[in-house]
């Protein structure tokens, strides 16, 4: 069985590259979701012969792949571009939550690629602590492989931390193998360059000092439901006050870990929460001179934009003003993130239920969005979730319609294709994790066999 290493990084290569370098530039809909198929195919299949695969060609399959898609020019999403631009303005004086890229008064600094700037009308909607990295790159040039390399960076960053929190053997190669061969991973990051591993870089480095300050293992057997009054162990406080300032950071590159705060303070003291809370606020005072137009772009995007929408549509017909489905959406998110505190859930098992929650109920879900919740699926064993990473791609399919139109069809036999097997999938684990007395999302495709018990 060693060929299927090999064999499996060959397939990934020649569907993922396809899709990357496909002639003229675009290759949606049909080859582009036909492509799709094989490669996630590929990447289920390896998943589950993971114990015939050495570590160091899960590494040199990853690295190899990203080598590939690196130089390719980004045809799904302009999102770089628009990191790019905010970094320029910075370098040329100019603070990017005060004008959008469409302002008159900025036209001088536009660039050959100004136009492929999405939502120009728009201010940022990016955090500080991401604004600080766009302009760290933009004063070396604003250039895209300068950016998709520093993204790269953090992504094998992200990827050695994972190895670390994964342990050896079977599970922690098949963890591993889990993220660096992700399809979607590959094609979020290193070809369309978005700033997502990052923030993962800053979880999981919270998560491995959290573990640290709790004295767990890298690899624990779930074998009974855990207690939620139980004392937590003795901890370092130089560790817990590190994790609470990484997922500050992770907050300021994008406001995903903002949820997990609460139970940073239910299980690990007021002065980590305070650290997670205080680095997105002290990064923020160097723009402080934007004042009411510092969150106009993340109001914008809270308030108005709609995307390939989950179980948030379920709340869409519900009557009254037309803001009530978003506010109780948001209302289960902080349900959900005070039942992790209340519980005294670890920072890595909090993470994935308050990601996990704001995801499912989130009324945009870009396919990049499930990276969020892609390390701690592989490290907890959520098989619902990696079937979403392949469905999730399935959205592409009307790329097309909006370039030419300036409107993209979400017809329901597809947003059904896309949410109903992958919540199916995780409502079933939930009920057998429960029935079998163990902590959800504990089951699937990183314990022992395709369907063991995780970590």
């Given at each position: 069985?060693r060929?299927?290493?090999p064999?499996?990084?060959a ?7 396809s899709m990357?370098?496909?002639p003229g530039g675009?290759v949606t809909?049909?080859p ?14 390896a998943?589950?012969g993971?114990e ?7 590494w040199?399959?990853?690295?190899l792949?990203?080598?590939g898609l ?6 799904l999403s302009?999102?770089i571009?628009?990191?790019?631009w905010?970094?320029?303005v910075?370098?040329?004086?100019v603070n990017?939550f ?6 008159p008064l900025?036209a001088?600094l536009?660039?050959d690629?100004?136009?492929l700037i ?8 990016y955090?500080?602590?991401?604004q600080?990295?766009?302009?760290l790159?933009?004063?070396l040039?604003?250039?895209?492989l ?8 953090a ?7 994972l190895?670390?929190?994964a342990?050896?053997g079977?599970r922690?190669r098949r ?5 660096l061969?992700s399809?979607l991973?590959?094609v979020e990051v290193?070809?369309?360059?978005h ?11 919270a ?8 004295g767990t293992?890298p690899?624990?057997?779930a ?6 009054v139980?004392?937590?162990p003795?901890?370092?406080r130089?560790?817990l006050l ?21 139970a ?16 997105p606020?002290i990064?923020?005072v ?5 004042g009411a137009?510092l969150f106009?772009g993340?109001?914008t995007?809270?308030d108005?934009?709609?995307f390939?929408?989950?179980l948030?549509?379920?709340?869409e ?7 009530v489905?978003r506010?109780l ?5 902080v349900?959900?993130a005070?039942w992790?505190a209340?519980r ?6 909090a ?9 499912l109920l989130s ?5 990049w969005?499930?990276?969020?919740i ?5 490290l907890?064993g ?5 079937l979403?990473?392949g469905?999730?791609f399935?959205a592409?399919?009307?790329r097309?319609a ?8 979400e017809p ?5 294709l896309i949410?109903?097997?992958?919540l ?7 009920v ?5 007395g163990?902590?959800c999302?504990?089951g699937?495709v990183?314990?022992s ?5 995780g970590?």
């Amino acid at each position: 069985m060693r060929w299927i290493g090999p064999a499996t990084v060959a397939v990934l290569a020649a569907a993922l590259w396809s899709m990357a370098w496909w002639p003229g530039g675009s290759v949606t809909p049909l080859p582009l979701l036909a492509l799709w198929a094989v490669a996630f195919t590929a990447y289920a299949l390896a998943a589950t012969g993971a114990e015939a695969i050495p570590s160091r060609t899960i590494w040199a399959g990853g690295i190899l792949l990203r080598a590939g898609l690196l130089p390719a020019a980004p045809a799904l999403s302009e999102d770089i571009y628009r990191y790019m631009w905010d970094g320029w303005v910075q370098v040329n004086g100019v603070n990017p939550f005060v004008h959008p890229p469409s302002a008159p008064l900025l036209a001088p600094l536009r660039l050959d690629w100004w136009p492929l700037i999405n939502h120009a009308d728009v201010p940022t909607i990016y955090p500080p602590g991401a604004q600080i990295v766009f302009l760290l790159l933009a004063a070396l040039g604003p250039g895209r492989l300068l950016f998709k390399l520093a993204w790269l960076a953090a992504d094998i960053l992200a990827a050695r931390l994972l190895a670390g929190l994964a342990g050896d053997g079977v599970r922690g190669r098949r963890a591993l193998l889990l993220y660096l061969w992700s399809p979607l991973l590959l094609v979020e990051v290193a070809w369309s360059g978005h700033v997502e591993p990052l923030g993962i870089a800053a979880m999981l480095g919270a998560v491995a000092l959290a573990r640290r300050a709790d004295g767990t293992p890298p690899i624990r057997e779930a074998t009974s439901r855990a207690d939620p009054v139980e004392a937590v162990p003795a901890r370092p406080r130089r560790s817990l006050l590190g994790s609470g300032a990484l997922i500050g950071l992770g907050v300021s590159l994008k406001l995903v870990p903002l949820a997990v705060v609460p139970a940073l303070w239910r299980r690990y003291g007021a002065a980590a929460a305070g650290l997670a809370v205080a680095v997105p606020a002290i990064l923020y005072v160097p723009y402080r001179a934007a004042g009411a137009s510092l969150f106009e772009g993340l109001r914008t995007y809270a308030d108005v934009w709609a995307f390939n929408a989950g179980l948030f549509r379920l709340l869409e017909p519900l009557p009254g003003p037309a803001g009530v489905p978003r506010t109780l959406a948001t209302l289960i998110v902080v349900a959900v993130a005070g039942w992790a505190a209340a519980r005294r859930y670890e920072l890595e098992r909090a993470l994935y239920w308050t990601i996990g929650a704001a995801l499912l109920l989130s009324p945009t879900i870009h396919p990049w969005y499930l990276l969020w919740i892609l390390p701690f699926a592989c490290l907890r064993g959520g098989r619902g979730w990696f079937l979403y990473t392949g469905t999730v791609f399935l959205a592409y399919a009307g790329r097309d319609a909006y370039l030419t139109g300036g409107a993209w069809p979400e017809p329901v036999w597809l947003s059904a294709l896309i949410h109903v097997p992958p919540l199916a999938l995780l409502a079933r684990d939930a009920v057998r994790d429960a029935r079998a007395g163990l902590p959800c999302g504990t089951g699937g495709v990183v314990g022992s066999g395709a369907a063991g018990s995780g970590s």
